[in-house]
């Protein structure tokens, strides 16, 4: 286990009760320095209330939160200036300018960011004497991201970071995580989008009804417990009882359209040789032939259900 004075985030056995619903219950998990955790569920999982003691808004009812070696609450004077937070709701004025907004914010630092870089880093330079309420939902998304910046915290936490934003500014904001991460800061963010997260994250944490269901690094959590795919092209209509008499127990190979088979399991050597042998076998030539492992959001439907949730 790592030294608690090298991580960035420690949580331990945490419970956080609202009357009788535990909105987290016995959550552990731990973030190194210089990492990108990802913390996903679906609404109502605990990701936010999870977040928010980490942050010192909240007080767990039970177990440890630490971060950067101290206690969110009892030690928030000491903790506040080194850490950001970005909120969905932006927490700003209706009236307060854009550049006045960030310029305010940085001027709680003792060495912050130069405003005037982060503006144009996030293409709002021309929106600096803009009232907050006359920007777009995805102007305000980036406002609020550079509000989280500007004072060069060691750890900064980010809600959503990239909703509401057109495909141009998802990139940036992308490219400004990686490159938070390349000048040894930690960001924990909460996201909804899947391939935002494998692209993103260093390790995942995936949290359902208050505790969590699965972790590690993206690679590790898509192949836990994790059917690959194998598909080929072969002429249409092929019998495939030989063929599934010939994998192993739990494979069933099947037709997916005209023409294109789809092999499902633990897709090794031995497996894919199968299929090559009984395509010779039937005397038929299999094109495209590919092997794919499930995507992340394959694994969070299968753990956290497709019902939605409010």
């Avoid at 940085?106 to 870089?117: F, T």
């Avoid at 400004?176 to 040894?184: C, V």
């Avoid at 072969?234 to 088979?261: H, I, M, N, Q, V």
Wanted: aromatic share 4%; hydrophobic share 45%.
């Amino acid at each position: 286990m790592t030294a608690a004075a090298e991580l960035a985030v420690r949580i331990d056995g945490v419970v956080k009760r609202y009357d009788d619903i535990s909105a987290v219950d016995g959550v552990s998990f731990e973030v190194e320095r210089a990492q990108v955790l990802a913390l996903l569920g679906p609404n109502g999982a605990g990701k936010t209330t999870t977040v928010e003691m980490c942050e010192g808004f909240l007080s767990p009812d039970a177990g440890s939160v630490r971060v950067l070696g101290l206690d969110p609450v009892a030690d928030s004077e000491r903790l506040r200036p080194r850490i950001g937070v970005m909120l969905q709701g932006g927490g700003a004025y209706p009236g307060a300018r854009a550049g006045e907004m960030l310029d305010l914010v940085a001027s709680y630092s003792a060495d912050p960011l130069d405003p005037d870089w982060l503006l144009r880093t996030l293409g709002l330079q021309d929106n600096r004497r803009t009232p907050y309420r006359r920007l777009s939902g995805g102007q305000q998304q980036r406002l609020a991201l550079a509000c989280a910046l500007v004072g060069k915290p060691e750890i900064v936490f980010l809600d959503e970071p990239t909703a509401g934003l057109d495909a141009q500014a998802r990139l940036i904001v992308w490219e400004l995580i990686d490159a938070l991460r390349r000048d040894g800061v930690t960001v924990v963010l909460t996201t909804h989008l899947m391939d935002e997260a494998e692209q993103l994250a260093d390790q995942l944490v995936i949290i359902d009804h208050g505790r969590i269901v699965a972790s590690g690094t993206p690679a590790e959590v898509t192949a836990h417990g994790a059917a690959g795919q194998l598909r080929f092209s072969a002429p249409p209509k092929l019998d495939l009882d030989l063929l599934k008499s010939a994998l192993p127990e739990g494979f069933s190979p099947r037709e997916t359209s005209a023409g294109t088979y789809l092999v499902e399991g633990e897709i090794t050597p031995q497996v894919l040789a199968t299929v090559t042998a009984w395509c010779a076998r039937v005397n038929v030539l299999a094109t495209d032939i590919r092997i794919d492992q499930r995507r992340l959001e394959d694994v969070f439907l299968e753990l956290t259900g497709r019902d939605l949730r409010g």
